[in-house]
């Protein structure tokens, strides 16, 4: 019923405002100190990066904090991927290459908005320097537009307009934008009546006014007409500022006002008008409003064998499936918003080992939790369960279970969310028409009340016809068994083979309605966000996360990994290398916190191991990721020959074979002759062939004390239980190098580097 000229208006995209400190920034100037500037750039959706802002230049400071900030567009659906680059200035207004780069940083929009505070420290990179300093990060929603207007209308002595009855009359708001009338709320009808009182209504002050109570609105009143075009009854014009101190405007039809007796065509009322605060989905992350995902992963048997590559659960070394890639992409965003990390991963569909078929079991095989640690840990599981034998695909498809039990957490949300604020998202994957459609509906009906939403994405080509009945765009859901409607829409169905070539269009599409549903469900529980930190509480914070990267780096000698913090739960941050040189050893888990590993093949986007560290598989205990070490005893590539029953030899020392060589690059050492000068042998013990012994049991000079098996370098040691290299002794309790941590056991990786 939009009159010619006049067009309906979305609602604004929530922008966020970005702010900066640096701090221990190294000094790149001789006479003065470094002067840092920085660059911020957005990755597109044609993965080029595009600018958007940039700070001042901060002369002569190594902890500056920037008064100048960067704004942008926030989507709560998309991977927004930031890049910072930061600069020493020494030639203002010059070219990027006539200044010092000092590093960058590469986050997510969510990981900035989902921290604590809504801020995030990360390292600086720099692949030149080990320590660059630290950017922290803050984003605060920019204020404006999220009030609400909330108004009440009647009318009385409105023109007749129906020759054999009275009017059926509404009205249109509209706003003018850029010199067009655009309109911004319609009215329902009322029938037969020339003095309507209309229900109250809301809308928001940005939508209605951009804000500005003093900005002009229209108002126009017609009749309906079941089977013809509406009558045109009156208009008339007022900003919301005036029609808060005036409640009595007489409705005027311009045509008719040239006849003399003519005064009005009747009177609207406005019987209540009140601004009230709207909180936007910002406001509850930034008050410390949690979003818990759980995960559901179909194993019915119409799947296909996971044996064969046709198969929807095929693991691929190269390439993840279609249930992986939805697991990768949803997590990576809701992950942001989740303080732990932990994620509940059930399963359905499955005949079980005992022989039963189970519709919500526990993927990690753990009765008592089913909790993994991140995407990484959701990816490791479902691996592993398709891989063990432990389970036989099998059916049917049936969701009930599922979201009941998922319900129940919700309960326990929907109890104690005054104080504890959070919010479930249940993501089910699967590739099959459910055969409990009855159950389902009741199931969603009762979770409808519930803070939680349910994302169903179907994977392969089967017939979905049913989810679009479970996602209640058009109708409210209604269960005839219990009579009821559902209170709100909480489901919403992907088709993954019509998104999941794009990344972004999948999480668009998956998540974009998240955040409505979620003010729906707040706004009707009259639950209000939670004050954000206090400057002394966002103190403590940004400390905490520096000592915690301090020790960090302390714990790596290789200092932070390239790219910075992996995201917490252990989710790498999409389409970030490996930890600079590092790779993951075949059949190994990924470096700690840096994604999965399936099929032996490095994470995706991680490419190879570094020379020298390569696989390391059964046969002898080469240290942690330090090259193979198979059966017989062969050393780690660029390492030599082991000495008898001792594995893998130390870094550098080459072959000791039976005869007397000696280590690579100590000169000669005939059989039963004397070891290389201020190496020895293990205390009471023969030296290992070819290596004569040691005098007393005593360390090489300068090598420090072994005290159980002669004199190691300093800070050495090997592997618990085994005998250690020539010169080297054992590690007490198992530990490691020094500054390397544990080592427990054969074979624990440096501390840091991931199993």
């Not at 680059?85 to 010092?100: A, N, V, W």
């Not at 966002?538 to 520096?546: A, K, Y």
Request: charged residues 15%; glycine residues 12%; proline residues 8%.
């Amino acid at each position: 019923m939009n009159q010619q000229g006049h067009a309906t208006i979305e609602n604004p995209i929530s922008k966020v405002e970005l702010f900066f400190k640096c701090t221990e920034l190294p000094n790149y100037d001789t006479l003065s100190l470094t002067d840092a500037q920085i660059f911020g750039e957005a990755l597109t959706d044609a993965q080029t990066w595009r600018s958007f802002g940039e700070t001042e230049c901060v002369n002569d400071d190594l902890n500056p904090k920037f008064a100048k900030t960067m704004v942008i567009d926030y989507h709560f659906e998309k991977v927004q991927k930031l890049k910072f680059t930061i600069l020493d200035i020494d030639r203002p207004g010059g070219r990027d290459e006539d200044q010092d780069y000092v590093g960058e940083v590469t986050c997510n929009l969510s990981d900035i908005m989902g921290g604590r505070g809504s801020q995030v420290c990360l390292p600086i990179q720099n692949p030149k320097k080990k320590r660059n300093g630290f950017l922290t990060i803050s984003g605060e929603e920019i204020g404006g537009g999220l009030d609400d207007l909330v108004m009440e209308f009647t009318a009385t002595s409105l023109d007749k307009k129906d020759f054999f009855g009275k009017s059926d009359p509404y009205f249109e708001i509209f706003k003018n934008l850029n010199g067009n009338w655009v309109m911004v709320y319609r009215s329902d009808y009322i029938l037969k009546t020339l003095n309507p009182s209309w229900p109250k209504f809301e809308v928001s002050m940005s939508k209605l006014c951009n804000n500005m109570l003093d900005a002009p609105i229209k108002i126009i009143i017609y009749d309906w007409n079941k089977n013809s075009k509406p009558d045109y009854i009156g208009e008339f014009e007022a900003t919301v500022e005036e029609m808060m101190q005036r409640r009595d405007w007489a409705v005027i039809n311009p045509k008719k006002q040239k006849k003399k007796k003519y005064s009005n065509s009747g009177i609207l009322h406005v019987a209540q008008i009140e601004v009230i605060k709207r909180y936007s989905f910002l406001d509850y992350i930034a008050g410390g409003t949690e979003i818990n995902l759980v995960v559901a992963i179909d194993y019915t048997a119409s799947n296909g064998n996971p044996s064969y590559a046709n198969s929807l659960h095929y693991q691929n070394p190269y390439e993840y499936n279609d249930y992986q890639k939805a697991i990768a992409s949803v997590g990576e965003i809701l992950l942001s918003y989740d303080s732990d990390g932990m994620v509940p991963v059930y399963g359905f569909g499955a005949k079980m080992i005992n022989g039963t078929v189970s519709h919500c079991f526990h993927v990690n095989n753990n009765p008592h939790d089913p909790e993994v640690a991140g995407v990484n840990g959701i990816l490791d599981v479902y691996t592993s369960s398709i891989t063990s034998g432990n389970i036989t695909l099998y059916g049917p498809t049936n969701f009930q279970n599922i979201i009941a039990t998922s319900s129940q957490i919700a309960e326990s949300l929907h109890t104690t969310n005054q104080d504890v604020q959070s919010y479930l998202i249940l993501l089910i994957i699967t590739d099959g028409e459910i055969t409990d459609m009855d159950q389902t509906i009741s199931e969603i009906v009762k979770a409808s009340y519930l803070p939680m939403s349910i994302v169903i994405v179907g994977v392969g080509t089967a017939n979905f016809a049913k989810m679009d009945i479970l996602d209640g765009d058009d109708d409210r859901l209604y269960c005839s068994a219990t009579r009821r409607y559902a209170e709100r829409d909480i489901v919403q169905f992907v088709p993954f083979k019509d998104f999941g070539h794009d990344h972004n269009l999948l999480t668009k599409e998956t998540l974009e309605e998240i955040p409505q549903q979620f003010l729906e469900y707040m706004k009707a529980n009259n639950i209000t966000p939670h004050a954000p930190p206090t400057p002394e509480e966002i103190r403590i914070i940004e400390q905490q996360r520096l000592d915690a990267l301090h020790n960090q780096m302390a714990t790596n000698p290789q200092g932070a990994p390239q790219g910075g913090v992996a995201p917490q739960g252990g989710a790498p941050l999409q389409g970030y290398g490996a930890p600079q040189g590092y790779g993951a050893p075949q059949g190994g888990a990924a470096p700690q916190g840096y994604g999965t590993n399936p099929q032996g093949g490095p994470p995706q986007g991680y490419g190879a191991a570094p020379q020298g560290y390569g696989t390391n598989p059964p046969g002898g205990a080469a240290p942690q990721g330090y090259g193979t070490n198979p059966p017989g005893g062969a050393a780690p590539q660029g390492y030599g020959a082991a000495p008898q029953g001792y594995g893998a030899a130390p870094q550098g020392y080459g072959t000791n074979p039976p005869g007397g060589a000696a280590p690579q690059g100590y000169g000669s050492n005939p059989q039963g002759g004397a070891a290389p000068q201020g190496y020895g042998a293990p205390q009471g013990r023969g030296a290992p062939q070819g290596y004569g012994s040691a005098p007393q049991g005593g360390a090489p000079q300068g090598y420090g004390v072994n005290p159980q098996y002669g004199g190691a370098p300093q800070g050495y040691g090997a592997p618990q239980g085994r005998g250690a290299p020539q010169g080297y002794g054992s590690a007490p309790q198992g530990g490691a190098p020094q500054g390397y941590g544990v080592n427990p056991q054969y074979g624990g990786a440096p501390q840091g580097y991931g199993a």
